[in-house]
């Protein structure tokens, strides 16, 4: 800019903004590079949101597939009551009176039937009993009520049942209450035996 008196220049305002070179366009190697990394985000982003709706997708299967296999719950350990209390009624009549009693025998034999009815019905529904005598305790399936001291079995048998347990499916419906053998006091111990857990 020239002065119109002296015809000088005039000079150069200092205050004036100065260019950071901030407004020039990116170079296409830096918008490339960006579109780049925002794909791999993006592409992040749609990998764990679809690992996220997979997860819900098997969980709510599994939740589905639980609802049917164990719907019967309430209503199977319910019926587990009858099951024991026809047990107890065929385990209380004497041999000796079923042998002079024919119309007890009758009667006898027509509970055995219900009972087995009433077994292979709770079959069909995948509920199966737990009948562990002469077999090792196991704390998953068993629960010990007590220990009797016997040299006749090996310590840790289970060697009387008072309660069958039950399955429904793969898990413990409820576990058989059992009597456990003992080590006879006094007596060593088998080589390769120790106490046995009989924590339920």
Known sequence: MIDDKDQMPVPANDAAPVDDGMDIPAGPDQELAAARQEAAQLK????????????VRR???????????YAITNFAR???????????ALEAIPAA?????????????????TERQLDAALE?????RIW???????????????????????PGTVVQVMQAGYLIHDRLLRPALVAVAKQPAGDAPPAG????????
Do not use: C
């Not at 982003?45 to 709706?53: D, G, S, T, V, Y």
């Open 44 to 55: 992040d982003q749609l990998l764990r949101a679809l690992a996220e709706a997979e997860n």
């Open 59 to 69: 969980r709510a299967q599994r939740e589905r597939e639980d609802a049917a296999k």
């Open 78 to 88: 319910d019926v587990l009551q009858v099951s024991d209390n026809l047990h107890r």
């Open 97 to 113: 009176a079923l042998a002079a009693d024919e119309a007890l025998k009758n009667l006898h034999e027509g509970v055995s039937a």
């Open 124 to 128: 069909r529904q995948q509920v199966k």
């Open 132 to 154: 562990p005598m002469g077999e090792k305790f196991d704390a998953n399936l068993h629960q010990a009520m007590f220990e009797v001291q016997t040299a006749d079995q090996a």
């Open 193 to 200: 035996t120790g106490k046995v857990d009989t924590i339920a």
